[in-house]
């Protein structure tokens, strides 16, 4: 790889994942200041020279949110009127994702407006990973990677339970049937489905189970872990039914508001989730959470961007 032109910088949000990707590719972390003022207004200041490069900001719109939105905003617009030769945003978590449609008159679409603002800030291309909602690549109207965390999380729960039967992939909702498959599917595992029902804005009801579990070990499958109440009623819902053991796997680990509580109080014998978003501290001395580093796939994914390489043969 030519790293000569290309350069990696970190807002506040996860620069230890940046770090890491940094290491991956064998190439310092950019220089640049980002900081308040009194008022709480955002400055940055890129400190070395971006002028003709291929540069990558690396910052997940995890809470709280709206700063590392502004950050990653900011940023994009410093490194525009440094000359760079492109800007490639590397979102590995997209927040305000669940926001992707109306879901009641009156009500914005969030995602849209998210979307709209990075490509108006100047960047010329989106790297993200697992969204809520497929359809969030077409908000952007610039080149879009999406990427999936499956290669990560298949191989250790490979390593760790092996394959076959004896497995069963469960989709904590209708929604979540497609990713859960294609587990099921590289895992040699059966397929469950919880319907579930939401009554309100991180409220969630698991009502049926839809396949067999009894006596088997179960792998929860989602994209975010929020409130985890989605989480905690499926997992409710397989031991009520029989399971053996349940486990959970989701990319992105927000843990916001009871969740702590909820997942100590559930059965789990292990939490799977990346470090797309850093963990607040109790969740990093919790034994049942497992972070994996998506740093590999994403410093791959750069890599093969900057060398005008495919990258949806990473998941082939």
């Known amino acids: 790889m030519d790293s000569g032109q290309l350069k990696i910088f970190s807002g506040n949000s996860n620069p230890a994942l940046t770090m890491e990707i940094c290491q991956f590719l064998e190439i310092p972390m950019g220089?640049?200041?980002?900081k308040r003022f009194s008022d709480g207004e955002i400055f940055v200041q890129i400190e070395e020279s971006v002028r003709g490069h291929d540069v990558f900001v690396v910052q997940s719109t995890c809470p709280p949110v709206n700063t590392n939105l502004m950050e990653l905003l900011i940023m994009i617009d410093a490194l525009k009127?440094?000359?760079a030769n492109s800007i490639t945003a590397v979102i590995p978590y997209y927040g305000y994702a669940r926001q992707d449609r109306k879901v009641a008159p009156r009500t914005p679409i969030t995602s849209k407006l998210v979307a709209d603002l990075i490509v108006a800030s100047g960047a010329n291309r989106v790297i993200s990973m697992e969204l809520h909602a497929g359809q969030i690549q077409g908000f952007f109207?610039?080149?879009f990677d999406h990427l999936y965390s499956s290669p990560v999380m298949i191989n250790h729960i490979h390593d760790q339970l092996g394959e076959g039967d004896h497995l069963v992939i469960v989709a904590s909702d209708a929604g979540g049937v497609e990713r859960a498959r294609a587990y099921a599917k590289?895992?040699?595992a059966g397929l469950a489905i919880i319907d579930k029902r939401r009554t309100g804005p991180n409220q969630a009801k698991a009502m049926n189970l839809i396949g067999e579990v009894q006596g088997k070990t179960t792998i929860i499958v989602d994209d975010i872990i929020d409130t985890a109440g989605t989480l905690t009623e499926a997992a409710q819902v397989l031991l009520d039914k029989g399971a053996a053991h349940?486990?959970?796997?989701?990319?992105?680990?927000?843990?916001?508001g009871p969740a702590y509580e909820r997942i100590t109080k559930v059965g789990f014998e292990e939490v799977l989730v990346s470090n797309s978003i850093p963990l607040r501290e109790e969740f990093r001395t919790n034994k049942k959470i497992k972070v994996l580093s998506i740093a590999p796939l994403l410093g791959e994914a750069?890599?093969?961007?900057?060398?005008k390489e495919s990258v949806s043969s990473l998941f082939i």
């Not at 989701?250 to 843990?255: Q, R, Y």
């Not at 750069?302 to 060398?307: A, D, F, G, S």
Request: a positive charge.
């Open 302 to 307: 750069i890599k093969r961007v900057h060398n």
């Open 141 to 143: 109207n610039v080149p």
């Open 81 to 83: 009127r440094a000359s």
């Open 186 to 188: 590289r895992l040699n």
């Open 31 to 34: 220089q640049c200041e980002v």
């Open 246 to 256: 349940v486990f959970a796997c989701a990319t992105h680990g927000v843990f916001s």
